[in-house]
Structure formats: C-alpha cells, structure tokens
C-alpha cells in the first residue's frame, strides 16, 4: 500500500509560481509511474503531466507545456511539479498519483492517489 502526499498548494497571482511536492511512503517509489492531475471546481479530474520509473521520461498536457516541470527524486521518494508562469484558469485542486505501468496509463488505472492540494491564481 503506497500513501501519497502532496504539499505545496496555496495562493498565487497570475504569472506566479508554486511548486508542489508529493512525498510517498509504503512502497517501492521508484517501481511506479507518477502523475500529476488537477480538478478544478464542477469539473472533471483531468491529467497534468506524468513522469515514468527512473524520471528519463515526461509527458505534459497541452495546457501546461512550456510552463510546468514534473521531476522525481528517487532517493527521497518524492515527486514535483513546478509550476510557472500561473493562470486563472491554473486554479485546482492538484492530485499526484501512482501506477506501476502501463506508461501511458489511463486516470482510472492509477492505483494510488494522495489527498490533493489546492491551488489558487488570482488574476
């Protein structure tokens, strides 16, 4: 059972930047694909990016591209997301999830997930 936390979340204006941590505990870190989602208010839990087993591998949603940088420490059993040049339209509340594979796993596949953090950017 792998527990997953993220921290990092708060308030920011528009052009800002946050930087969210998702510190995991009861597994093997390294053996899982990370991700990071996000869910804004009435909508739909949406993907943000994702990092493969060893961090050689990253893949972004269009929307973040250019912006967002997600990286793993192994060593620390953690994953980021740096987040930079923030929007409005950036407010959610940010999941960071665990798969052990497929790389390219679905939203339901993800096996573990933490309790999310919020992000708010004001305009």
């Known amino acids: 059972q792998v527990q997953l936390v993220e921290s990092g979340g708060g308030l920011v204006q528009a052009g800002g930047s946050l930087r969210l941590s998702c510190a995991a505990s009861?597994?093997?870190?390294?053996?899982?694909?990370m991700g990071w989602f996000r869910q804004a208010p009435g909508k739909e839990r949406v993907f943000v990016a994702r990092?493969?087993?060893?961090?050689?591998?990253?893949d972004y949603a269009d929307s973040v591209k250019g912006r967002f940088t997600i990286s793993r420490d192994n060593a620390k059993n953690t994953v980021y997301l740096q987040m930079n040049s923030l929007k409005p339209e950036d407010t959610a509340v940010y999941y960071c999830?665990?798969?052990?594979?497929?790389?390219?796993?679905?939203?339901?596949?993800?096996?573990?997930w933490g309790q999310g953090t919020q992000v708010t950017v004001s305009s």
């Open positions: 999830a665990a798969v052990r594979g497929p790389w390219i796993a679905t939203i339901n596949q993800y096996e573990y």
């Open positions: 009861g597994g093997t870190f390294s053996s899982y694909v």
């Open positions: 990092i493969s087993w060893s961090g050689s591998s990253t």
